[in-house]
């Protein structure tokens, strides 16, 4: 029941019930007509829609999700094969068209999770990774997907220091493997790596002849995340105008925050197929995120991803439990804090109407918003927990306890959370992989000495 959550902390907050839900109007706020026949009050603009920046967003966007590849190469993360089907199965159950599952090459239980997903009867197009080596491909072939994201160099960095190869090598390794590929029956979408940084004349030279060699999609990507929205658009535009025919993808990195900024910039230039991880999950600062992308375009532009939102905070945490990369206390959308309110201005105006604090309503994804009790709260948010619990109380008696709250808040230790800061700081970095105890263990194992001298 939309706009009625509650929870233990949580004073009753209805939803004003004579006004619709921004995030569904998208710019029709002003014309729409609700059952009785009265036309609703313009109190909000939506210049996204009226101004016709939502109706630039072309139609047919599909997400590639990559939670169970890019977002197993978040450091310290490991899914067991039967931890990835079973994300692949909500990914696919919410409708998820496409998913990279992993890099076959990698292990044999990489290569055992990947060909149970593509063996899964799952509906979404099942891809795996792999270098133009052809182990690789072969790995991949021999795992049943329906498609291989065929990875190489773009940057000249990258082919120098990384593969050492010349870009002729470069160039040759990536058509030989694109075309074993595709003769073996498996689609292939060509991915070149740090292609922001890469000479643009090469990096085009390279599609068209893997398009030429059967490649059916262009994935482009912001590996190191140097890209803002408007280079996004400068570099599509020059793409657009160069490659032969081919569907474009973008694969975004967020190491200064702009991942979502930049794929929503690359959809509105033209890009069908935009890469992200749940969670944001994904190598260093991790990749654009899924319900960050999926709820923006849906919320703020209006558009229809096909995907069902209303299992996105049951998404983000099944992943954050598998991953045991817990999600920040502060991050949009499914972070602790996202609908969660205490200043006694913020909780007044969300029960008088939830859209004066909430961009959206939590219940759209799946999750409720909460009111916390503490230094901030004022009255109106404790009379509406004391009437939502059927408890009756005078003015004076919320005033009582309004000021009972304020100082029991601020007069409690803060000593607790300081602790869990710091057992969190210690556990992350004990949990992110092998310890370094574990390592050398490991190493006598293999027949190596102890370190001769201390750890730096
Ligand atoms: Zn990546």
């Avoid at 169970?68 to 909500?90: M, S």
């Avoid at 010349?166 to 058509?175: D, G, L, M, N, S």
């Avoid at 090469?202 to 890209?227: I, K, N, S």
Wanted: glycine letters at 8%; charged letters at 25%; a negative charge.
């Amino acid at each position: 029941m939309i706009g009625w959550g509650t929870t233990a902390r949580t004073a009753a907050a209805p939803i004003n019930p004579t006004t619709r839900e921004l995030q569904v109007v998208a710019g029709l706020y002003t014309s729409e007509q609700r059952g009785n026949g009265i036309r609703e009050e313009r109190l909000v603009h939506n210049y996204l829609v009226e101004a016709g920046l939502a109706a630039r967003i072309p139609k047919g966007i599909r997400i590639w999700e990559e939670t169970l590849r890019d977002g197993e190469q978040t450091p310290g993360v490991a899914y067991t094969p039967e931890e990835k089907v079973r994300i692949a199965r909500v990914l696919d159950e919410v409708h998820v068209p496409m998913m990279d599952v992993g890099i076959p090459v990698v292990s044999s239980e990489e290569a055992r999770g990947v060909r149970m997903i593509a063996n899964a009867g799952l509906d979404a197009t099942i891809m795996a990774a792999a270098r133009t080596v052809r182990k690789d491909v072969e790995a991949c072939i021999a795992c049943d997907v329906d498609e291989i994201a065929l990875f190489t160099a773009g940057s000249d960095l990258h082919i120098k220091h990384k593969l050492a190869m010349t870009r002729e090598q470069v160039k040759e390794a990536a058509v030989r493997e694109t075309e074993y590929a595709v003769a073996h029956g498996v689609d292939v979408s060509f991915v070149t790596e740090d292609t922001f940084r890469a000479d643009l004349d090469f990096v085009v030279d390279l599609y068209d002849a893997c398009t030429a060699a059967g490649a059916h999609r262009a994935v482009v990507c912001d590996t190191v995340g140097v890209m803002t929205p408007p280079g996004i658009t400068w570099f599509f535009e020059q793409l657009k105008r160069r490659l032969k025919p081919t569907e474009l993808s973008f694969h975004g990195h967020n190491d200064f925050g702009l991942a979502v900024a930049n794929s929503l910039a690359a959809v509105e230039a033209g890009v069908a197929v935009p890469h992200t991880c749940v969670n944001g999950l994904g190598e260093r600062s991790g990749n654009a995120s899924f319900e960050e992308l999926v709820l923006s375009l849906e919320a703020l532009y209006g558009y229809d991803t096909g995907i069902d939102i209303s299992r996105i905070y049951e998404l983000s945490q099944l992943v954050e439990t598998l991953s045991g990369i817990p999600v920040g206390m502060h991050q949009p959308l499914v972070g602790h804090n996202a609908f969660a309110h205490e200043s006694g201005i913020h909780a007044h105006g969300v029960i008088k109407h939830t859209a004066t604090y909430e961009p959206m309503q939590p219940e759209k994804l799946g999750r409720q918003r909460t009111f916390v009790f503490g230094k901030h709260t004022g009255s109106l948010a404790v009379a509406e927990k004391l009437r939502g619990r059927g408890v009756e109380a005078t003015p004076e008696q919320v005033a009582a306890l309004v000021k009972l709250i304020k100082d029991f808040a601020e007069a409690r230790s803060k000593g607790d959370q300081q602790a869990f800061v710091v057992s969190f700081r210690d556990r992350a970095e004990r949990r992110r992989g092998v310890t370094d105890e574990e390592f050398w263990t490991l190493g006598q194992k293999a027949g190596l000495g102890r370190p001769k001298t201390a750890a730096k």
